[in-house]
């Protein structure tokens, strides 16, 4: 392993001390100890550091979490190093997208752990970042020389950018100098097709007047100051731009990634959406750099260029395709069509021929097992088994066992040898299901098996090498299971390389009706029913409802209501109504209560409809719509406790 040159920003000296013999003892350069902000970025620039240990609260008002979105922009890995875990912060910090988080107290041997995780996500990072460049100029060139209107050629060059850095709708600007404008704007329609808007297509699209428009439009750029915009970042960047705020609201944006780029002597900016709330990542801004000749190509081209026909045929692109998914909305058996599934579509299609750990993040019946399966098919490692295991399920005493296997005579009742999943699954894939149930002693032994790519079967001494891609799934909210001491920080940060959040069904209500009709023609064929079809109001009062048993609910209830059915149609759907007792207070007992109260059981009727979840997609910051530390400080304050919401 190559030691890199690390600098500790650290206000206690006798930590940033120890901290220092420790890395020298361990073979890495310590170039330096900075107490404050303001130090850290005087050694930066003298003395160009690879990775930085950051602690939070530091000497002066500025704090690590401060400084680590410069770091994000100088492209400096960093690890924290902090002896808070208040949810809150933990929040703020993992926002900052670093490569580790180290809890202090610790001990030598958790720094090291750390530090290895910490450069091998930073490998793979930039392993992704150098898979995917592909000769994009040129796919452009060609575009552009086509004897085709430029409209066309900008969707196509829409197309073939968004293979490398996706988004839904991409908004290019000049700011400087900020005479008249020909803004450039091209949104996503579905997976390879694209739409361009003039700034007085989109007046009338967003339903704004042109008036307002002009007045929004001198002062629409944000200042960004960074480049990647996702979740209370992106509610705040909607609230300094009325455009942005009118666009995202119009075409459902959730994220944003900004860079500007100097053209001759003017500066553009871009500003890539998307739908999904926590697109962007460290990776996608790289590319952004690492892309800006062939993005000066594209603007110079599609604000300067000539359209040289009218006649037009479009054509795909060749080389570079976007993720292959299907427009009829199935994705190798998963079903459905709407944005945010694209985009889980998009991240399948990314990580699914490495060895990248997935983590997938999602509600009960989301379909989670069923995208491991995806990634599994999709891999190179098809022909080889994948096995499931459902940590939940296990029985605390067999879970090693069953994981890791046992030798004969390991623990009373071990009659025979047993061979564990793991080595089932040599050569393969595992999908270890609701992984934030395993015990703590077992996560210690699968971390062992992410380092050291071995195990070890009960009752035995012999290690054994082992070949496996882990691919693990959770409903729970892991920062907080970390937070609380019931996962380990360095499992979930090996674990969580390559994150993918499964949106719930009420948040991709587009796809209903597909689903249904999916389930209608599995049980039909199943059950011989000739029940094929479902009626209009039957299809909306599916639509209606809210889901919290997501897909298998709504799978299990067309199965129903086929068998209930009388003639070929669903006519009548039994959906399980509201449960009473919320609304207990209105009525003759009727009590008048005060705003508190209100707030209280609203906050707690929507956290238990998110099972428990306060932030990220679906959880009840979410639904609520406001930032996860407010609703956080709320909850507190409230005295409201996670035994109540279970
Ligand atoms: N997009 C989809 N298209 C078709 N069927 C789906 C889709 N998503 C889920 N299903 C079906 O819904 C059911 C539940 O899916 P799955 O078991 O994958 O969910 P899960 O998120 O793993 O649930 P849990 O967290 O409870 O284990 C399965 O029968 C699965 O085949």
Not at 467 to 475: C, D, E, K, L, Y
Not at 497 to 522: G, S, T, Y
Not at 605 to 628: F, Q
Request: net charge neutral; hydrophobic share 40%; glycine share 6%.
């Amino acid at each position: 392993m190559i030691k890199e040159k690390i600098l500790i920003v650290e206000d206690e000296f006798i930590v940033a001390n120890d901290l220092r013999i420790m890395l020298e003892k361990s073979g890495y350069k310590v170039c330096g100890i900075a107490p404050s902000v303001p130090k850290a970025l005087e050694l930066i620039k003298t003395k160009a550091p690879n990775w930085i240990l950051l602690d939070i609260f530091l000497q002066g008002d500025k704090t690590g979490i401060d400084l680590a979105g410069q770091l994000t922009e100088m492209d400096i890995p960093f690890i924290y190093i902090s002896a808070n875990t208040n949810q809150g912060i933990l929040e703020a910090a993992k926002a900052t997208l670093p490569y580790g988080f180290l809890v202090k107290p610790f001990r030598e041997k958790d720094l090291m752990v750390m530090l290895d995780i910490a450069q091998y996500r930073h490998a793979q990072k930039q392993k992704y970042t150098n898979n995917t460049e592909p000769g994009l100029q040129q796919q452009l060139e060609h575009i552009f020389s086509k004897n085709e209107a430029l409209a066309e050629k900008i969707k196509q060059a829409g197309s073939v950018l968004n293979a490398v850095l996706p988004f839904d709708f991409l908004w290019i600007s000049r700011i400087q100098p900020k005479t008249s404008t020909r803004d450039l704007y091209i949104q996503r329609v579905n997976s390879n097709s694209f739409r361009t808007y003039t700034a007085d297509q989109l007046c009338s699209e967003l339903l704004v007047s042109s008036r307002d428009f002009k007045v929004w439009n001198t002062n629409a750029t944000p200042n960004a100051g960074k480049p990647i915009f996702n979740g209370y970042d992106f509610r705040k960047l909607r609230m300094e731009s009325n455009w942005i705020k009118a666009t995202s609201d119009h075409f459902k944006l959730e994220s944003a990634l900004i860079t500007e780029l100097k053209l001759n002597d003017e500066t553009f900016q871009l500003i890539f959406f998307s739908h999904a709330p926590e697109m962007y990542t460290r990776v996608h801004s790289d590319m952004s750099g690492r892309f800006e000749s062939s993005l000066k190509f594209m603007i110079e081209q599609s604000i300067y260029g000539k359209d040289l026909s009218t006649a037009v045929q479009i054509q795909e692109s060749p080389s570079i395709q976007p993720a292959k998914i299907a427009v009829l909305g199935d994705f190798n058996g998963i079903i459905g069509n709407s944005r945010l599934l694209h985009t889980v579509f998009e991240k399948i299609t990314l990580v699914a021929p490495d060895d990248t750990s997935v983590l997938i993040l999602g509600e009960s019946g989301t379909g989670k097992e069923k995208i491991a399966l995806t990634i599994h098919k999709l891999s190179p490692r098809a022909s080889k088994p994948l096995i499931t295991v459902n940590c939940a399920a296990l029985p605390l005493s067999l879970i090693e066992s069953e994981l890791f296997g046992h030798e004969k005579g390991a623990f009373t009742g071990a009659n025979e040898k047993r061979i564990g999943k793991f080595e089932q699954a040599d050569g393969g894939s595992i999908f270890l299901d609701e992984i934030g149930e395993l015990p703590l002693e077992a996560q210690v032994k699968l971390l062992r098996v992410l380092q050291e790519k071995e195990i070890e079967r009960l009752g035995g001494n012999l290690t054994k090498k082992i070949n496996v891609r882990i691919i693990t799934a959770t409903n729970r909210n892991l920062e907080k299971e970390v937070a609380e001491g019931r996962f380990r920080l360095d499992l979930y940060y090996r674990l969580n390389v390559f994150p993918i959040e499964l949106p719930a069904l009420r948040q991709r209500k587009e796809d209903i009706e597909v689903l249904v009709h999916h389930f209608l023609d599995k049980y039909s064929k199943k059950n011989s029913r000739a029940v094929t079809g479902i009626s209009a109001e039957a299809l909306a009062s599916l639509q209606a409802y809210d889901w919290p048993g997501n897909i298998r609910e709504l799978e299990h209830l067309i199965e129903r209501s086929m068998l209930m059915a009388n003639g070929t149609e669903i006519t009548e759907i039994d959906l399980p109504t509201p449960s009473t007792s919320a609304f207990a207070e209105v009525g003759d007992n009727f009590k008048a209560k005060t705003m508190e109260e209100m707030e209280r059981d609203h906050i707690m009727r929507v956290l238990k409809m998110c099972n428990g979840k306060v932030y990220g997609p679906g959880g009840a910051a979410e639904v609520l719509n406001i930032p996860s530390t407010t609703l956080n400080s709320k909850i507190k304050k409230l005295g409201i406790r996670y035994e109540f919401v279970k």
